[in-house]
Nanobody, 125 residues
């Protein structure tokens, strides 16, 4: 059973940076798609970034391209989301997610089997 625990959220001013971490335990030898989603009040859960452990390919939603970077430290079993040049519209609860899959292509929230509890990111002007 994969378990995910996020940390690193907080409050920052616009233009600032945060790095979210997701500690992963219970990995098997399977391939995974690892992802970060976010959800603001009243909005649907949005796919922010995905990372394939099979290929190393990364995917980003257009609104964060060039500002956010997803990465994984295998030695630490940790997934990261480096967020730079934060904007008020980035304010949301951020969730780490995992799915046993050899690809991240076309995967959306309902496809993911494992979720963390979320960490809040608040960006003010």
């Amino acid at each position: 059973q994969v378990q995910l625990v996020e940390s690193g959220g907080g409050s920052v001013q616009a233009g600032g940076s945060l790095r979210l971490s997701c500690a992963v335990s219970g990995y098997t030898d399977s391939d995974y798609c690892m992802a970060w989603f976010r959800q603001a009040p009243g909005n649907e859960r949005e796919r922010v970034a995905r990372f394939s452990t099979t290929s190393g390919l990364t995917y980003y939603v257009a609104s964060v391209k060039g500002r956010f970077t997803i990465s994984q430290d295998n030695a630490k079993n940790t997934l990261y989301l480096q967020m730079n040049d934060l904007k008020p519209e980035d304010t949301a609860m951020y969730y780490c997610a995992a799915k046993v899959s050899n690809t991240c292509a076309n995967l959306v929230a309902v496809d993911f089997n494992y979720w963390g509890q979320g960490t809040q990111v608040t960006v003010s002007l």
